[in-house]
């Protein structure tokens, strides 16, 4: 079962998304190039949104982690406040890090220098993972109690690194760190069957929205929730923002400095258009992801948490918009058009509406209307009706109602209530 969700959102003089230039992305598409914004950027605002309906706003749902130094900070330095030895916190984090990440053992030179690290730069470079990695809090806690049972395991063979005045020599550093590395409490088969276990234990934003896993320990996650780029039914629109910060000391006192006032000149790319964005949600596997069942029998689960995340998420990409230069533009719309569908049927875009640019003579909006609606018929005609539909709209969509065949509109919170419901099969 899918449910797929298609915007029409208009934004006038924003910056919504830059490439590595400071311009706005494209997308060349139909032989006319379109503005974009990334899939990723769309996926930014709308998981950390923190408005209402925000997805962290579902009460005791945990929290994914997106950072290089998820271990440092949320396994080694709670359990160092804890009064564990630092040296042999560093040892432990290091060692289940390594065995997480990349799904073997840990060597013995790693975990010494972890032992020995002193300074900032040398505790970073031991526990830090390479790259931003993803994990749920559930599974944070399960290795940060890990951890500390394995600096327990050895506390009686290595007293002297609980000593206040204790210095350890080489041989003891040495024989510590094999003690923590070759643990039975660490374990590659122990731990991936307790990670696993562990109730949506990636975290909200893993669940729906994927991660890679380095290792077999770690559980891949696919994501639940397809997101294309949006990108303009037009051609682009663009014009370079020509713009100066006044020096006001200047301005009022030019015989100081000799000059007229202009304390910086620069200029910036500003961009309008109305942007096609698509999402698809893979039912079957959200309710997996949340609940922790097997994705053949999602229809048994408890449907509560997927119901509650999806008609938050239909509010969130009609009204969430990117963040870039709000201050400078201000950049909030909501979708004036939300088609809703579901089904069992293999989902497909009605990007290629737009494949031909719509003209921006009249009502872009109108006339991105009658491209749905003359794609849609073709569609329709080829394959026949394949998905219930839903059609939240504004202004002139009588086309496009009729097309859809749906008896009228309704209200975004009206499509949130029946998506939520079609999880539950009681719509």
């Known amino acids: 079962m899918f449910l797929q969700f298609h915007t029409l959102t208009a934004y006038p003089g924003t910056l919504l998304n830059r490439d590595d230039a400071g311009f706005a992305k494209r997308l060349p598409f139909g032989g006319t190039t379109r503005t974009r914004v990334s899939s990723q950027c769309l996926k930014y605002h709308w998981r950390n949104f923190d408005g209402e309906h925000a997805l962290y706003g579902i009460d005791d749902v945990p929290a994914s982690l997106r950072s290089r130094e998820t271990f440092r900070r949320k396994v080694a330095q709670p359990l160092i406040d804890d009064g564990h030895p630092a040296p042999?916190?560093?040892?432990?984090?290091?060692?289940?890090?390594e065995l997480i990440v990349s799904g073997s053992p840990a060597n013995k030179s790693t975990v010494k220098d972890a032992i020995t690290a002193e300074?900032?730069?040398?505790?970073?470079?031991?526990?830090?993972?390479?790259?931003?990695?993803?994990f749920g809090a559930p599974e944070m806690r399960y290795l940060r109690s890990l951890?500390?049972?394995?600096?327990?395991?050895?506390?009686?063979?290595?007293?002297?690194?609980?000593?206040?005045?204790?210095?350890?020599?080489?041989d003891a550093i040495g024989d510590v760190a094999d003690a923590i590395r070759k643990s039975d409490l660490i374990g590659g088969r122990e731990v991936k069957k307790n990670l696993k276990g562990l109730t949506l234990a990636t975290g909200l934003d893993a669940a729906l929205f994927g991660r890679m896993a380095t290792s077999d320990i770690l559980a891949r996650g696919d994501a639940a929730i397809h997101v294309a780029h949006a990108f303009t039914t037009h051609a682009e629109e663009s014009e370079s923002d020509y713009?100066?910060?006044?020096?006001?000391?200047?301005?009022d006192q030019p015989e100081e400095s000799g000059e007229m006032g202009a304390g910086h000149i620069n200029s910036q790319e500003?961009?309008?258009g109305l942007f096609y964005s698509y999402v698809v949600i893979d039912v079957p596997l959200l309710v997996s992801n949340l609940e922790g069942c097997a994705r053949t029998t999602w229809e048994e689960a408890d449907p509560t948490l997927a119901q509650e995340v999806v008609r938050r998420f239909v509010h969130l990409m009609t009204t969430v918009s990117p963040g870039a230069k709000r201050g400078s533009t201000a950049p909030y719309a909501y979708a004036e058009c939300l088609i809703a569908e579901a089904g069992t049927a293999q989902p497909r875009t009605l990007a290629n509406a737009f494949r031909q640019a719509v003209s921006k003579k009249g009502d872009v909006l109108e006339n991105s209307y009658a491209a749905l609606a003359d794609y849609i018929h073709g569609l329709n005609g080829m394959y026949g009706r394949t998905t219930d539909v839903r059609l939240a709209a504004s202004g002139a969509a009588n086309a496009l109602q009729q097309t859809l065949e749906v008896d009228e509109t309704v209200t975004v919170p009206e499509v949130a209530d029946w998506a939520a419901e079609k999880i539950g099969g009681s719509a």
């Open 243 to 251: 713009f100066s910060a006044v020096d006001e000391l200047r301005r």
């Open 147 to 170: 951890a500390g049972e394995v600096i327990e395991s050895v506390k009686d063979d290595f007293p002297v690194f609980w000593e206040a005045d204790g210095v350890p020599d080489g």
């Open 270 to 272: 500003l961009t309008s």
């Open 119 to 134: 300074s900032k730069k040398e505790i970073t470079a031991a526990l830090d993972t390479s790259q931003v990695t993803i």
């Open 88 to 97: 042999l916190v560093r040892a432990a984090t290091v060692a289940l890090k």
